[in-house]
């Protein structure tokens, strides 16, 4: 079966660097998306990758191996607007996207 | 107005009403789809819309039932639900159903309670 696996939760400090992994088995591969979710809003999108390697996009980065099924989102200068959960999701052979559960980010003063 | 809109917010029916969510995007993208929020679960799938013809459809309950009058606008009606039933139901679009980085638009969700 295809599988997401993220972590339920994990809590920062403020101004500290977060690294949230994602790994994945899928049938096929055709990318790999974080979104953003706070609490009673809609999920945003915050990056694509679909080649090994990092993207970087301001305060946030995300990178994939494609040979190890793993993904990390890295948020580095958290500020307390961080807190919300990560989706992971992949997109399938059928361009169908798999999710995990979510990881709840908690940060802390 | 702009994004995805989704109406309404929040709702709570009996297990005998029938009561319908709506969902409009204005970003002239060509398909729509409803997911299932759960607390602590994946997102599930439940209808994709392509230029308003209804490609999947994964095993869902037929006491949810979809309407994709356009491509701006799809429905989820609903009747005879069950308690399990109770969730945040979204609506997203994307530019199209089978390109690899078009990412999803998310509406605010439909919180759905169901006594």
């Known amino acids: 079966g295809q599988n997401i696996d993220q972590p339920t939760e994990m809590t920062a400090t403020e101004g500290a660097i977060v690294q949230i992994n994602c790994t994945y088995q899928?049938?096929?591969?055709?990318?790999l998306f974080w979104y953003q979710q706070h609490a009673g809003e809609a999920p945003t999108f915050l990056s694509y990758?679909?080649l090994d390697g990092l993207e970087e996009k301001g305060r946030f980065s995300s990178f994939l191996s494609r040979s190890k099924g793993y993904s990390y989102l890295l948020l580095k200068e958290l500020q307390m607007k961080d807190s919300a959960s990560y989706l992971c999701?992949?997109?399938?052979?059928?361009?169908?996207?798999?999710w995990g559960a979510g990881t709840k980010l908690i940060i802390k003063p | 107005e702009t994004g995805v809109t989704q109406t309404p917010r929040h709702l709570v029916m009996g297990m005998t009403n029938k009561k319908s969510l709506k969902c409009e995007q204005h970003?002239?993208?060509?398909?729509m789809y409803w997911y299932k929020q759960s607390a602590k679960k994946p997102l599930e799938l439940m209808f994709v819309?392509?230029?308003?013809?209804?490609?999947e459809n994964n095993s869902v309950p037929s006491r949810f039932s979809p309407e994709c009058p356009n491509s701006s606008h799809l429905f989820l009606h609903l009747h005879t639900l069950q308690p399990e039933d109770s969730a945040l139901y979204l609506c997203?679009?994307?530019?199209?159903?089978?390109?690899?980085?078009?990412?999803?638009?998310f509406g605010e969700g439909s919180r759905l309670t169901v006594l």
């Open positions: 997203a679009s994307s530019q199209d159903a089978t390109s690899g980085a078009g990412e999803l638009f």
């Open positions: 970003l002239g993208h060509n398909a």
């Open positions: 819309y392509s230029l308003e013809e209804r490609v």
């Open positions: 899928t049938s096929g591969f055709n990318g």
């Open positions: 990758n679909v």
């Open positions: 999701a992949v997109k399938d052979s059928n361009y169908q996207l798999i």
